[in-house]
């Protein structure tokens, strides 16, 4: 069992350190679906276990509206409600959570530091769950809008556009089902891609061609957004003919997939893929000692909460066993 505050750890004395420092044994960066998984894990693990988490707890699958295909939830599930409960058993088993950006993590010895703009915290592992942040497509009209017609999350701003027409742009699971969520509000969805096939599983394909409130527009690309006060129209340009078009429109959901939120690790010698996820093997070992990640935030091949949720069990099962060969 883990005491969270020893000074001394093994033979090396950390004084210098970790002077007058409560030493956690584990601290999870993000408090996502993978984050409160591995805090659940820990905790009843005994670990003295600190998730440090940006804004509020249950990632980005917090904003979705409806989740269908995490088990144990045959009607489904929306996506705040999943994950304040995942938040309110990691507390109930003694997870403690605090809020700020992680500015950056240094290592001593077996030891680690998690730096905060006006706070640091000691920890003798950390376990980076600190999951990935929506991208954003970089035509012009679309920082300027962002509130005023621009969104990344229809089940923010859905209830605002109600009787409008909007387009959301992508191809992907989450287009697509926003897509679909939108169809509750508005009149009209134009569901605009840059193929003419779309990457989504295929229900929610099947979901959206049967859905007369969508019009699908593929092989198109949007140049511009523009308007006075709020969104008035979106520029696209099909990639075949070159046409370009406006559409007259109250609102633009932008949904083309993620970056990874890895920049607090820049000045580690963590290893990250092409892409800037984190590479770890399958006990969610990074190649650095005691430092361990998962779920979106790690190279993998399938983002669900599912599979956060599991990588979060493993991260921490790896997190007591290096504490023990400490
Ligand atoms: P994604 O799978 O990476 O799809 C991104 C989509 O945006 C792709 O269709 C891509 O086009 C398009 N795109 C990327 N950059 C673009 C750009 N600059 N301009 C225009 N289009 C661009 O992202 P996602 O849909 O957010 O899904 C992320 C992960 O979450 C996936 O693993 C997904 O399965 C999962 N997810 C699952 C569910 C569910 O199970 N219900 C719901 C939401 C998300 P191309 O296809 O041409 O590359």
Sequence with gaps: MGSGYKIFVGK???????????????????????????????????????????????????????????????SGI?????TSKMEQQARNFGTKIVYGEVLSIETKETLKKVILADKTYITKTIIVASGSNFKKLGVRGEVEFIGKGVSYCATCDGP????????????????????????????????????????????????????????????????????????????????????????????????????????????????????????????MKTSMDGIFACGDVRKKILRQVVTAAGDGAVASISAQKHIESD
Aim: with cysteine; aromatic share 10%.
């Design 12 to 74: 090396i004395n950390y004084k210098g350190w970790a002077k007058n420092k409560m030493i956690y044994d584990t601290i999870i960066i993000g408090g996502g679906p993978a984050g409160l998984s591995s805090a659940i894990y820990s905790s009843r693990a005994r670990l003295n276990t600190l998730i440090i988490e940006k804004a509020g707890c249950g990632g980005l699958i917090a904003m979705t509206d409806f989740l269908e295909n995490y088990p144990g939830f045959e």
């Design 78 to 82: 929306n996506g705040f409600e999943l």
């Design 160 to 283: 605002f556009f109600k009787n409008k027409e909007v387009a959301v742009i992508g191809g992907g699971d989450s287009a697509l089902q926003e897509a679909l969520f939108l169809t509750k509000f508005v009149n009209k969805v134009f569901l605009v891609h840059r193929r003419d096939k779309f990457r989504a599983t295929q229900i929610l394909q099947e979901r959206v061609l049967g859905e007369p409130k969508i019009e699908v527009v593929f092989d198109s690309i949007v140049e511009e957004i523009t308007g006075s006060e709020f969104v008035e129209k979106v520029k696209i340009k099909n990639v075949k003919s070159n046409m370009v078009k406006e559409i007259a429109l109250n609102g633009v959901f932008i949904f083309i997939g993620w970056t990874p939120n890895t920049n607090f690790l820049t000045q580690n010698k963590i290893t990250l893929d092409e892409k800037g996820y984190i590479v770890t093997d399958d006990q």
